[in-house]
């Protein structure tokens, strides 16, 4: 009789064995799957970060250039009030009066992050600020540079909105 209570002892160890198999098993599988969910909410919070500071982003560009459209708009405008200034009598109160206006507008431009680009002769060439129309002899002017103005060039926000028409030295 001894014998006996080994045996149902030794079966019941055994059994116990094979219950807590199965069970590290499917904590294993839990641990591992806990994991899997970590690293997704990891991912997806860093995507939704990265998303946050593009939307940022985006929001301060259209910001700084959401005039862009009116300001481009004004640009005849200012070169008409220059023509009209060039042709104007000096001491014509009408010409005072262009003057005005034209000093309040280019306030108001650069006020709204509009800048002008006009270089003079002399000035080097840009390429990624002006537009040659030509090239010419200019006495006085190294070949390559800016010999004469056509028409001024403007950069909203560092932005170029249009490129000065130059003729540049040959």
Request: cysteine-free; aromatic content about 2%; glycine content about 8%.
């Amino acid at each position: 009789m001894t014998n006996k209570p080994d045996v149902d002892a030794g079966t019941e160890q055994e059994g116990l064995a094979e219950d807590t198999h199965p069970l590290a098993a499917e904590v294993e599988a839990l641990r591992a799957e806990i994991e899997q969910l970590r690293g997704e909410s990891l991912r997806e919070r860093a995507d939704l970060d990265n998303q946050r500071k593009r939307m940022a982003r985006e929001l301060e560009a259209a910001r700084r250039f959401a005039n862009e459209r009116l300001l481009a708009d004004l640009l005849p405008l200012f070169d008409s009030m220059e023509a009209g200034l060039a042709a104007a009598a000096e001491g014509d109160p009408l010409r005072a009066g262009l003057e005005l206006t034209l000093r309040q507008l280019h306030r108001i431009a650069e006020a709204n992050g509009l800048q002008e680009i006009a270089p003079v002769p002399g000035d080097g060439f840009d390429p990624e600020r002006h537009q040659a129309m030509s090239m010419a002899a200019a006495p006085g002017v190294p070949a390559g540079h800016v010999a004469t103005l056509f028409q001024k060039g403007y950069v909203l926000n560092e932005r170029l909105l249009r490129p000065a028409l130059v003729v540049v030295a040959e």
